[in-house]
């Protein structure tokens, strides 16, 4: 078919929206790996949930999650997060995750959890490399040791450790189920490639987003020893 410029016209209101909704989508996706920035920062600040370096170190990889605890009360939450693979030398690329369903790690009443699950285990690490996840089916979640009682032992056969910072009035901790999902949208606007995986990304088969580098940096600070990094 040839294209008029009177059918080239009519087309500019649908490109314009969809570069606009991909702007949005992107947008997004930084405010995600933002949001898990502070979210490591405000855990790292604090002694008695600070995650330490020999856990870290033997991490699989870790999920960083931003949680809106506002209709707990009727059962549920929502919020983003971004996984990523320990590779030993460095980190591998963020992938970003949206969060609902029960009560992963929230406390009751509580209005918002900054939550960091650590993944010790390669069971809990293929579970990241699927497009939906149920949180806690057939992993062992524990809460993760901090400052005197990491040299317990306890911790060390759990598949999930978690650390968390709440705000708000709370009741109680649950972990009810509850679902990861991959965002595809989201990633494929990081990315920009729209059939993206999760296992292309924490395969590091793509770069590291620039929006992920001072996350990917704090990650290497905390698990290894590395001069240039910690001056």
């Given at each position: ?191 920009k490639e729209p ?17 992920a580098v001072d ?17």
């Open positions: 078919m040839k294209l008029t410029p009177l059918i080239i016209l009519s087309l500019v209101p649908f490109l314009l929206h969809a570069e606009t909704e991909l702007d949005k989508q992107l947008a997004e996706a930084k405010e995600v790996i933002s949001n898990a920035d502070d979210v490591l920062e405000a855990i790292q600040a604090d002694p008695k949930t600070a995650i330490p370096s020999e856990v870290l170190s033997e991490a699989e990889a870790v999920l960083i999650v931003k949680l809106n605890a506002a209709i707990v009360g009727v059962g549920g939450y929502g919020g983003t997060g971004i996984a990523m693979v320990n590779n030993v030398d460095n980190w591998s690329p963020p992938v970003i995750f949206t969060v609902g369903g029960g009560s992963l790690g929230i406390e009751i009443g509580a209005t918002e959890t900054n939550l960091v699950a650590v993944c010790m285990t390669k069971k809990a690490l293929r579970e990241l490399g699927q497009s939906s996840i149920r949180w806690g089916v057939g992993l062992s979640v524990k809460a993760g040791p901090v400052g005197g009682t990491v040299g317990a032992t306890g911790w060390k056969d759990a598949d999930i450790l978690v650390y968390r910072v709440k705000k708000g009035f709370a009741l109680g901790v649950s972990f009810d189920g509850g679902t990861l999902d991959y965002s595809q949208k989201l990633n494929a606007a990081l990315y059939g993206i995986t999760a296992q292309d990304i924490l395969g590091m088969r793509v770069p590291m987003p620039a929006e996350v990917s940096n704090e990650l290497r600070k905390l698990s290894y020893v590395d001069s240039s990094l910690s001056k």
